[in-house]
């Protein structure tokens, strides 16, 4: 079975301007999630969809992220100006929502992003 | 609010001892799950054991095992035998019990995380 699956694996770029990050989730997974992870931190929830709907973007700083899911399938987030604070690893997760709860966390190998 | 709480920064063992990672939560749910996590150099997380809040036995998978304590709200995770393949940081993690449709997240919300390095 593939896993989730991220793109790109490494992206540096200057404050100021913009970024996406794309992931594909496992097959038939319905939820899926984006973390931010700082150097020296524990992953971060940003957002999570349950198919191709919002479940919860508390922590997420709408005013320069977005993300989107369309078809309930592949999502994409973008950092839209990048600060330098955004330096951090961009984790995709997925995970299989059924009426059993069956509901483990797998995740993708991330984005690592360099804002200079 | 639910937190969980690594205490040891790092911990550096020679191969073959037995170490164990500390983990402390904190939530005020009462069906709740706790999770661990590696996540060696290559960055990907990698799922260990899920238990939730009705099941306080001890579990042992292997050379892991771990220990599961509602009284102290603890959820400790032991490697017997260490190898240096072990050398990761170890994640421990908390979610509230997702509910059937609509309602509460079920994110994960993450300690600090344990830099365990094994010494050939």
């Known amino acids: 079975e593939a896993g989730v699956a991220q793109s790109p694996r490494y992206k540096i770029i200057e404050k100021r301007q913009s970024v996406a990050f794309w992931c594909n989730p496992i097959s038939g997974h319905a939820t899926l999630y984006w973390y931010q992870q700082i150097l020296g931190q524990g992953p971060k929830l940003l957002i999570q969809?349950?198919?191709?709907?919002?479940?919860?973007d508390s922590q997420l700083p709408k005013d320069r992220f977005s993300a989107e899911r369309l078809k309930g399938v592949d999502s994409t987030l973008k950092i839209q100006p990048a600060k330098l604070e955004d330096s951090a690893v961009y984790l995709c997760a997925s995970s299989l929502k059924s009426l059993a709860g069956d509901y483990e966390q797998y995740f993708g190998p991330g984005t690592r992003l360099t804002v200079t | 609010a639910q937190k969980v709480t690594q205490a040891q920064t790092e911990i550096s063992v020679v191969e073959k001892e037995d170490v164990t990672l500390d983990c402390v939560y904190e939530?005020?749910?009462?069906?709740?799950?706790l999770f661990w996590y590696k996540q060696p150099p290559s960055g990907e997380l990698v799922f260990l054991i899920r238990?939730?809040?009705?099941?306080?036995q001890n579990e042992i998978s292997g050379r892991y095992s771990w220990n599961f304590q509602k009284s102290t709200s603890s959820f400790n995770f032991t490697i017997t035998a260490s190898q240096v393949v072990d050398s990761a940081v170890y994640f421990c993690?908390?979610?509230?019990?997702?509910?059937?449709?609509?309602?509460?997240?079920?994110?994960?919300?993450f300690g600090t995380g344990t830099l365990l390095a094994v010494q050939p």
């Open positions: 939530t005020r749910d009462t069906t709740y799950y």
């Open positions: 238990r939730n809040s009705f099941d306080e």
């Open positions: 969809f349950q198919n191709n709907g919002v479940v919860d």
């Open positions: 993690a908390l979610s509230e019990a997702p509910r059937r449709y609509g309602g509460a997240t079920n994110k994960l919300i």
